[in-house]
């Protein structure tokens, strides 16, 4: 149940059997069906979750109902609004299952207690939330600077489980493309053609 | 996360398992599980029977039944059935609601020691009144709610441990 999450804590800081103990007692163990949601837009974000097995999405619906994928988390990967979790205003977002998952969840006080408890927890979350930091930049970065072509090869070459693994409409969303520009972006890159 | 809390009751089969099944499944998503196929069958159906919109499972597992649930019920009428239970969801309660029916003429004991991490609620459960006792708030507000949808009223009580 938590063998993922240690495996993934153990990647980034050291922790004793007696601290992995303790840590367990903080998180809920949570499972969700395909469809199912964790979080709908107007709630406020009160856990983090962590996917221990399965596939999450977090998006926004537009004024014309269109969806506009923000976040994919699957096995080893933290999911959350963490706008509306920090703050505690009611969040923008959806967030539901692509496919039937396994997770552990903590909430915002089991959070804080955890992080006084075992301090190095504190450690592996400031790693995480850096990394988290440059990611979004980066993806803020490509979004405004980078053709969709270019968008499309930077996340096949650094997430190329999530081209495999996520419908190609929510991969299409997730680029800020429509479906019909990413088939011609594969089609055209199958063929060996890419801009010089 | 914010979403419809699910309910799982385990040993919905009971009397009061099917009596809080009906009461409360227009209230919340049900997950129900009992040892008996032929109870849980008829469970389900009178739930479905009376509230066609009710969003109901039936689950072979007590312990699948609890990994999904948020709140739990240990309905069980047996004592035995109940410890027996309460081990084999120990590891997937940590931090949920898991509420304990006990019906107040028994001295049934308190499965709190076999669910240390949980918040657990004791519910000494009688014909008009509930007492409700346990030590989170949250989860007592919930159990409250859930005896009250039950056409009993509860009376709250801290825990003694």
């Known amino acids: ?196 | 996360m914010q979403y419809n809390l699910t309910v799982a009751i385990l040993g919905a089969g009971s009397e009061v398992g099917q009596l809080i099944a009906q009461k409360i499944a227009l209230k919340y998503p049900l997950l129900l599980m009992d040892n008996s196929e032929e109870k849980l069958n008829q469970v389900k159906e009178l739930v479905v029977k009376n509230h066609p919109t009710a969003q109901v499972e039936m689950v072979v597992c007590s312990k699948d039944a609890s990994w999904e649930g948020d709140i739990i019920i240990i309905a069980a009428d047996q004592i035995g059935e109940q410890e027996a239970i309460a081990t084999k969801i120990n590891e997937v309660t940590t931090c949920k609601t898991v509420i304990q029916i006990k019906q107040a003429s028994s001295d049934t004991v308190t499965l709190q020691n076999i669910l240390p991490y949980s918040k657990f609620i004791s519910v000494d459960w009688a014909i008009t009144a509930a007492i409700v006792e346990g030590n989170d708030e949250s989860s007592l507000s919930i159990t409250g709610e859930i005896v009250q949808l039950c056409g009993l009223k509860p009376i709250f009580k801290k825990s003694l441990i």
Request: hydrophobic share 40%; charged share 25%; net charge positive.
């Open chain 1, 1 to 196: 149940m938590f063998e993922v999450f240690f495996s993934q804590v153990k990647d980034k800081v050291l922790l004793s059997e007696a601290e992995q103990k303790l840590v367990k007692t903080f998180f809920s163990p949570k499972k969700i069906r395909k469809k199912q949601y964790l979080l709908q837009e107007g709630n406020i974000c009160r856990h983090l979750a962590f996917v221990e097995k399965g596939l999450l999405r977090s998006y926004n619906v537009d004024e014309k109902g269109i969806e506009h994928m923000i976040h994919f988390a699957w096995e080893g990967w933290w999911m959350a609004d963490m706008l509306s979790f920090l703050s505690i205003e009611p969040s923008t977002y959806h967030i539901d299952a692509i496919e039937d998952a396994e997770l552990l969840l903590i909430s915002r006080t089991n959070f804080e207690e955890m992080l006084l408890s075992v301090p190095v927890m504190e450690r592996y979350f400031r790693i995480l939330f850096q990394n988290n930091i440059i990611s979004k930049e980066r993806r803020l970065i490509s979004s405004i600077s980078n053709s969709a072509e270019e968008k499309f090869i930077h996340l096949s070459t650094t997430n190329p489980e999530l081209i495999k693994r996520i419908p190609q409409q929510l991969v299409a969303s997730y680029l800020g493309i429509t479906p019909e520009t990413l088939s011609r972006i594969k089609n055209k890159l199958a063929k060996g053609i890419t801009k010089s």
